[in-house]
């Protein structure tokens, strides 16, 4: 790896990790850049941006800041170890999200089918749906919240209400035996 210094901004930048971020991982000593400009301006090296990965890593799999923190302070903690834990998370992930993506397609072949949807199939999906978001991190959790903020519980009560419209008009169409091809059945689609 070439020598690296980068200031705080071109590393967010590059990486996605905020600038705000950046500066609090610095106030509470879990990242502090390796040096800084005469004029104060934090500058990251190559060992700062292997253990900023390594943070990202651990984050993604779940791990607290305080649990993060042990974890790099911890000797035996290699990099190939912490890629390899976020690995495997990973691939539980994907395993999860091919089931309920299997799941979701039982459903829409029931729905196709103009048959009612089985409680216990729904159930299943739920269940699948709540172990995926055991994985979101705080970050993609705090993003989530800010965009239903920003959109507010009526507009997401409303959209929810169309959804359920729309279910109810398809499945209305499916009934009345309307073609998938007709411009009705390709609007709703």
């Not at 800084?36 to 990202?56: K, N």
């Not at 305080?66 to 691939?91: P, Y």
């Not at 729904?122 to 965009?147: F, G």
């Amino acid at each position: 790896m070439r020598s690296v210094a980068l200031k705080v901004g071109n590393l967010a930048k590059q990486t996605g990790v905020s600038v705000r971020t950046l500066h609090y991982y610095d106030e509470i000593g879990l990242l502090s850049p390796s040096a800084r400009t005469e004029t104060g301006y934090r500058l990251y090296a190559e060992d700062d941006i292997i253990r900023l990965q390594q943070i990202a890593s651990l984050r993604q799999i779940g791990f607290s800041l305080e649990e993060i923190r042990e974890c790099l302070n911890q000797s035996n903690v290699s990099v190939l170890h912490v890629i390899q834990l976020h690995m495997a998370r990973l691939r539980e992930q994907i395993e999860l999200s091919h089931k309920l993506l299997k799941r979701l397609e039982a459903i829409t072949l029931t729905v196709n089918s103009a048959a009612a949807v089985a409680v216990e199939d729904l159930i299943q999906t739920i269940e699948a749906i709540c172990m995926l978001e055991k994985y979101y991190t705080p970050e993609q959790l705090e993003t989530l919240k800010q965009r239903r903020n920003l959109l507010g519980e009526e507009r997401i009560h409303q959209g929810q209400a169309n959804w359920q419209e729309l279910i109810e008009q398809v499945r209305t169409e499916m009934v009345n035996g309307t073609d998938p091809a007709s411009d009705l059945v390709q609007a709703l689609a």
